[in-house]
């Protein structure tokens, strides 16, 4: 079956084998991309034209390119020296159960407040409002700069260790809240490690990867090449450093040994290494011709005495391939994450390398088969979450190859038939429409969740700042869903991206690459006036994924009641025969929720205790946690004034 005429000719066969997909070695002397694939020439151009015509993709420009003169006005020297080395240690919080050590009030995980471009190497206590390190930490990192820009401990200056805020050794205050890097450390042995979480949420996420998501935005939204050298510029230097950062040696998770990651832990550093390949090849026809770019890192690679010369755009090119691309692809485990995601990241890699064809298929067909193989989704649990966020990025990814091949996602429906009921799942599961059964680890007590949970419907050039939110123009997932009603001919897709955009067609479809906005606004109103806006469910059984919701009522009298008849799984809890009941507008039986992990990690007591059958609205057989299974449909009954769901599991307690 043909890809698609636009991406064939986009992924030129380029490498001799697969296996070649797997070789991630800077010096290699592999053939390169020869264009950008995902933000082809067409593509630059209609989004150009967007923002000449359309009064809203011109704001969404104005916003970014306000956003990136932060970064538009340093010097290439000065955005070269903000990417840091592994030699300082990382951590994913401050302190994940900690206190402020001004009021004594709780501060845990990530209430810690980050401000990088305004309060650089600060983290403030958002119950004093004061900033910490106390001392000037910039100063002592400068101290012990080596002559690869790299820090070393045993080069700073240690009496730079001080309060600046009292400066006299004899002052009681005087040591009180310095980190050396390593964190501060009060009497009592306590630890707050201010610096260490600073690197991962201040300087790498809002200065670095953020500087690489707005510049490379703000080239394609302008055709300005000046915000394609500055991207440059810290794609190349994160090259330099990237392969040798290792976040589960170097970094500290709930205050002990960490996982997996590059600079930060795995899930997020999946995200952040998509992020900036997709950076590199949304500005990689203007690096091609930018001989500032070369002249400037040819000469810093030979100050700090590189390998690589950077004589030539083929060396930068090799340079960022080789050690952020391919040297992703090499380390699998450093780039792990919740699935599809680590996968989505590599074929996201294999298509902007411009690897043969059939390397792109052999990673999207499996993994289309394994999100769709449980009910349409992956059978991972957390239904409002965990669930929600693998599909969420399935779209983004699938719509994000629509943007050069319109034809793009009914190829993909053809080639996996299975992901017809993906994006339905979650509108089969919705509960009066407020509600999703918190079954795994999703949400919090009596959480309403009234929005539909299976598409990140954030819009080009919002969040700038924020994880997961594919790119900062990301493709429009109202599109996207408007495409499933095409080619399902189910309206309850056009009612979900309605109810999704307020009950209003103003606005959509949010999107910068397509044109025929009004044409769209026009389609959706159509549907809206013959089908109305309420979705219409009856009751559904998902055998595969163990939950039945008996459906009843209409208006203020509509009720749902649900049973999960399994136990286990990935982000699962021992919480088989669970029992939940919506009505009156209310979750009658509410769950406890997403498990308080600030206690000391997925294994404290108190987040186990979440995971617990007696947890749960389910029974306790003989004191103890049921086991993982699965149980199966004994009887199902959805007839006009009677509904029956009856299960058995009896694997799950070893007995009858």
Not at 283 to 311: G, Q, T
Not at 406 to 413: N, Y
Not at 420 to 429: N, P, V
């Amino acid at each position: 079956m043909k890809f698609s005429n636009a991406l064939h000719s986009l992924m030129k066969v380029l490498l001799p084998s697969l296996a070649a997909l797997f070789v991630a070695t800077a010096g290699a002397q592999d053939l390169l991309k020869d264009h950008s694939v995902l933000y082809p020439e067409s593509v630059a151009a209609a989004v150009r034209a967007n923002v000449a015509n359309d009064p809203w993709a011109a704001s969404v420009r104005d916003r970014v390119v306000a956003a990136a003169t932060f970064w538009h006005d340093k010097s290439d020297a000065e955005l070269w020296e903000l990417m840091f080395g592994p030699t300082l240690e990382r951590s994913w919080m401050v302190w994940s159960n900690g206190y402020s050590p001004v009021t004594g009030k709780p501060v845990p995980m990530y209430n810690w407040v980050v401000d990088a471009q305004n309060h650089p190497w600060k983290t403030q206590d958002p119950t004093s409002g004061e900033w910490f390190p106390k001392n000037d930490f910039k100063a002592f990192y400068d101290s012990g700069l080596d002559e690869r820009g790299l820090f070393a401990a045993q080069r700073a200056d240690r009496s730079l260790l001080f309060n600046t805020d009292h400066p006299d050794p004899g002052d009681p205050q005087h040591l009180f809240g310095v980190d050396d890097g390593l964190g501060y450390v009060n009497e009592k042995g306590e630890r707050w490690r201010f610096i260490g979480a600073y690197l991962i949420y201040g300087q790498w996420k809002q200065l670095v990867v953020a500087g690489v998501r707005v510049l490379s935005a703000a080239y394609l939204l302008t055709g300005d090449p000046a915000y394609a050298h500055k991207a440059g510029v810290l794609l190349d230097r994160i090259a330099d450093l990237y392969p040798d950062f290792d976040f589960k040696t170097q970094g500290i998770l709930y205050e002990g040994p960490a996982s997996a990651g590059y600079v930060s832990t795995w899930h997020d550093t999946c995200e952040e290494t998509r992020e900036l390949i997709m950076g590199y090849d949304m500005v990689f026809e203007a690096l091609r011709n930018d001989a500032e770019l070369v002249a400037f890192l040819s000469k810093r690679a030979a100050e700090i005495h590189l390998e690589n010369p950077k004589a030539s755009f083929v060396d930068i090119q090799r340079h960022i391939e080789g050690r952020i691309l391919r040297d992703a692809l090499a380390h699998p485990d450093k780039i792990h994450s919740n699935y599809p995601r680590s996968e989505i990241l590599k074929a996201v890699t294999t298509a902007v390398l411009q690897e043969p064809e059939g390397a792109f298929w052999a990673l999207v067909d499996p993994m289309l088969q394994q999100t769709t193989a449980v009910d349409g989704v992956t059978g991972e649990k957390g239904l409002a979450g965990y669930s929600s966020f693998t599909i969420s990025a399935l779209a983004s990814f699938l719509s994000e190859f629509s943007k050069a091949d319109p034809g793009f996602v009914a190829r993909m429906l053809e080639r996996c038939p299975e992901l017809k009921k993906t994006y339905r799942f979650f509108i089969d599961t919705l509960c009066l429409q407020r509600y999703y059964p918190q079954i795994g680890d999703s949400g919090h007590y009596a959480a309403v969740m009234d929005s539909y949970v299976g598409i990140d419907f954030l819009k080009p050039g919002e969040n700038i700042q924020g994880w997961g939110n594919w790119t900062l123009l990301c493709p429009s997932n109202y599109r996207f869903l408007w495409k499933l009603y095409e080619l399902t001919n189910d309206p309850a897709y056009v009612q979900v991206l309605y109810w999704a955009n307020g009950n209003k067609v103003d606005g959509l479809p949010y999107d910068i690459y397509g044109a025929d906005h009004q044409q769209f606004r026009d389609s959706v109103a159509a549907v809206i006036e013959r089908e109305g806006a309420h979705i219409a469910l009856g009751s559904v059984n998902k055998q595969a994924w163990h939950l039945a919701i008996l459906r009843s009522g209409r208006g203020a009298n509509e009720r749902a009641l649900w049973l999960d008849y399994d136990a286990g799984g990935g982000h699962g809890h021992q919480d088989g025969m669970n029992l939940g009941l919506f009505a009156f507008g209310l979750d009658l039986s509410p769950e406890m929720g997403y498990p308080p992990v600030q206690f000391g990690g997925w294994g404290s007591p108190r987040a186990r205790w979440y995971t617990m059958t007696a947890a749960h609205n389910t029974v306790v057989v003989d004191r103890v946690d049921q086991k993982n299974g699965a149980g199966e449909t004994t009887l199902w009954l959805d007839a006009s004034r009677v509904h029956a769901i009856r299960a058995r599991g009896s694997a799950m307690i070893d007995g009858e």
